[in-house]
């Protein structure tokens, strides 16, 4: 029988140990020789009043060996190189001393002097192959000792740790049985105690370089994103710097996993066929390895995202994003013991999750159409789709009197709308245009539900503490409205504060927030910090508000007995975060409460909970971006078109030419949406198709299937007046 590679291992660390003790000699000697070489060299430097307290770095701690860069360098020979090796790596807590901060400032957030690390492992990155093997089987034993041999000085192991992860060549180690050794490290991370881990992670965000002044780190940015104000980062530039540097070391690994598992070659189905890339499944590439890389990772992401070092998006890995099998992983994930990457949200781009919400909607989508007819064969006939009939000019009583009949299980089935009166069949694009309409029906004033600031133009709920029955039910439409929208992956017009997609998810808000909401009153409220004593006696203002309630003013005591509490210097913010809490949560406590309720009722256990609020802005709402020239690029074109033809680039010609306004109305018109999805237009499946030759008929459109349906015009002024003919006129819908 095959002997374990356990023992193995041991009996590895048993040789080292050996070798180390036979070393001890050796190394002790010349430790001594440098020793008393430095202490010379201090001495007579001392004499000549040139002391330096950079130079104490040769000197042998009282506490054990230190390993510095500059000790190394003045080595003579790889023989003393090893030696000097194989004593600093002896143990984990003798290497924790090695490369100690001489910056006592520095020294009190981070121990170690991570540049002369680095300056080390160039060194030794210099030599012959036997010192460099000698380093990888060195750091091998070491954090095996880690994790076999905890050592009680805590804080000494975060030190060893910091200078394994300096090696540039960390993430490329393997034992003899090519099982990698980064996941080892990692595990002994995670190995630590919570107030250990949260040292190393205090480390990372350590400063050990100054960093260019023109210097921007490039980081993965969502599309045409607003940033919420407090999602500003708190850290200076080198803390940032410091941090990512560490975030990139974990970042390789997980890349280099995931591009070598994408590069196996599948056998090819035929005879001169191009061997194809496949998609990785964590499941299927025995997952455990990446696993502990992500759980590391997830702890580094609990620390940024409390203390915002660097951006979110510097988490997204472009090669999980490009390899991960979704489809494989989002079943395994609903799993209770699925290894998925979905359970590490903080390594998917938006345009992932929304793949992954899409998956989850189509899987429950042909669930309820299969228990719908299961259910028909036993009770009658049963509907196997969410139907909305409704009339263009009563929109949303139709709608919210038809969803208040349905059951939480028909809000899964896969919806289709139909116009009373018009033939189109939903297969996308009715359903699209249905969703457009009815939102800016109820966001408009004439149902009082939202106000709309002047300034930003984002829609806020209307202060209410008893607000009607009728205006609640319409809330709470519009809440379903949304969750069905998402569901259904359809792009909604909308604009809605940051404030929102935050209590959606259960984020708490901020005085910032307020600055999208009401403008003024943010900036208000911001002045106050800026009185004196005096000018706030002279307002005479108390805890006590006033909002305005369909028409009728009325007061609010922010605190209890707040109509007789001045404000005064020592409670101006607490009036301030009282003002802020009425804004957004006591003044529209029971609409949001609602609307939250529509909202979760269909996507309440969905993906979306695992998203940032930014990133359920986009999915929503899409991207502002209208880069034509992506979607030039990425057209399909059918019925014997190509982009060579010339109708074709007349049509691209003109295009070219329009406002922002006129390409939103040719959007709707071929797409019954204006908006853009996540990742830009080039993620849209848009085809033109020829439609006969030349001749007076308009342009036409398959909007369920994003088509175009484009005759071939003789002249491009022909082919302008026509399709701009067809795109004024794009409401409603026809049988062709």
Not at 642 to 665: A, M, P
Request: glycine share 4%; charged share 25%; aromatic share 8%.
């Amino acid at each position: 029988m095959a002997n374990s590679p356990e023992p193995s291992r041991k009996r590895q660390r048993t040789d080292r140990r050996q070798q180390q003790q036979q070393a001890q000699t050796s190394a002790s000697a010349m430790v001594t020789r440098s020793r008393s070489r430095s202490a010379a060299q201090i001495a007579s430097r001392q004499s000549l009043g040139t002391t330096n307290d950079s130079d104490d770095s040769s000197e042998v701690s009282q506490n054990g060996v230190v390993l510095t860069s500059k000790l190394l360098c003045e080595l003579r020979s790889e023989k003393d190189v090893i030696a000097k090796l194989i004593e600093a790596f002896l143990e984990p807590c003798t290497l924790a001393r090695s490369f100690p901060q001489k910056d006592a400032l520095r020294a009190l957030d981070c121990p170690v002097d991570a540049a002369d690390v680095r300056s080390a492992y160039t060194f030794l990155a210099k030599k012959s192959k036997r010192v460099r093997d000698e380093l990888r089987r060195l750091t091998i034993d070491a954090i095996n000792t880690l994790n076999s041999e905890p050592c009680d000085e805590h804080d000494s192991q975060m030190n060893a740790v910091l200078i394994m992860l300096l090696n540039p060549k960390i993430t490329e180690y393997t034992h003899d049985d090519d099982t990698p050794v980064f996941p080892e490290l990692c595990s002994a991370i995670l190995n630590q105690p919570p107030s250990q881990r949260s040292t190393l992670m205090q480390y990372f965000a350590a400063s050990d370089a100054v960093p260019s002044s023109n210097s921007t780190p490039a980081y993965p940015a969502l599309l045409n994103v607003r940033p919420s104000i407090d999602e500003q980062l708190l850290a200076s530039d080198g803390e940032r710097e410091s941090f990512e540097r560490y975030l990139n070391i974990f970042q390789k690994y997980v890349t280099q996993e995931m591009v070598k598992a994408a590069q196996r070659i599948v056998p090819p189905a035929s005879a001169g066929s191009e061997p194809a890339t496949q998609k990785v499944s964590l499941h299927t590439l025995g997952g455990c390895s990446l696993v502990v890389v992500a759980q590391c990772m997830a702890l580094i992401n609990s620390y940024n995202n409390t203390h915002k070092v660097v951006p979110y998006t510097a988490f997204y890995n472009d090669a999980v994003n490009e390899h991960a099998d979704i489809k494989e992983d989002v079943p395994r994930f609903r799993m209770p013991d699925g290894i998925s990457f979905c359970s590490y949200p903080f390594l998917l781009s938006p345009t992932t999750k929304s793949e992954i919400i899409r998956i989850e909607s189509v899987i429950l989508m042909r669930t309820e159409l299969q228990d719908s007819f299961f259910r028909a064969m036993f009770s009658g006939v049963t509907c196997p789709y969410l139907v909305l009939e409704v009339r263009r000019d009563n929109l949303v009583r139709d709608t919210l009197y038809q969803l208040d009949l349905k059951f939480s299980q028909d809000l899964r089935k896969q919806l289709k709308v139909r116009f009373v009166g018009e033939e189109g069949v939903d297969e996308g694009g009715v359903q699209k245009e249905f969703f457009q309409l009815i939102v800016r029906d109820v966001f408009s004033p004439k149902y009082g539900i939202f106000k709309a600031s002047e300034n930003t133009h984002f829609y806020w709920f209307r202060p209410q503490l008893k607000p009607a029955k009728d205006s609640l039910e319409e809330i709470r439409l519009t809440g379903q409205l949304i969750g069905l929208a998402v569901y259904n992956a359809v792009i909604l017009d909308i604009h809605l504060p940051p404030a929102m997609y935050k209590k959606l998810l259960g984020v708490s808000v901020t005085r910032e927030d307020l600055r999208e909401v009401d403008p003024e009153l943010y900036h208000g409220l911001m002045q106050l910090l800026n009185l004196t004593t005096e000018e706030l006696e002279f307002l005479e203002r108390t805890f006590e508000i006033e909002y305005e309630d369909l028409g009728e003013l009325r007061t609010h005591e922010l605190i209890p007995g707040g109509a007789h509490t001045l404000l005064t210097i020592h409670n101006r913010d607490l009036f301030i975060d009282k003002y802020v809490d009425f804004v957004f949560n006591t003044g529209c406590e029971k609409q949001f409460s609602e609307f939250k309720s529509g909202f979760d009722r269909i996507c309440g256990s969905s993906y979306v909970r695992h998203m940032r609020p930014q990133e359920l802005e986009l999915l929503v709402c899409g991207c502002s971006d209208l880069d034509f020239t992506a979607l030039e690029r990425s057209t399909i074109y059918d019925g014997g078109y190509s982009k060579e033809t010339t109708v074709i680039q007349y049509f691209w010609r003109v295009v070219g030419e329009f406002t922002d306004e006129l390409k939103r109305k040719l959007l709707f018109f071929a797409t019954s949406s204006d908006r853009v999805p996540i990742g830009g237009l080039s993620k849209l499946h848009f085809v033109i198709a020829k439609n006969g030759g030349d001749s007076d008929r308009l342009p036409t459109s398959h909007t369920c299937f994003n088509v175009l349906l484009l005759p071939e015009y003789s002249s491009l002024e022909k082919l302008r007046e026509r399709l701009l003919t067809a795109i004024h006129n794009s409401e409603g819908f026809g049988m062709i």
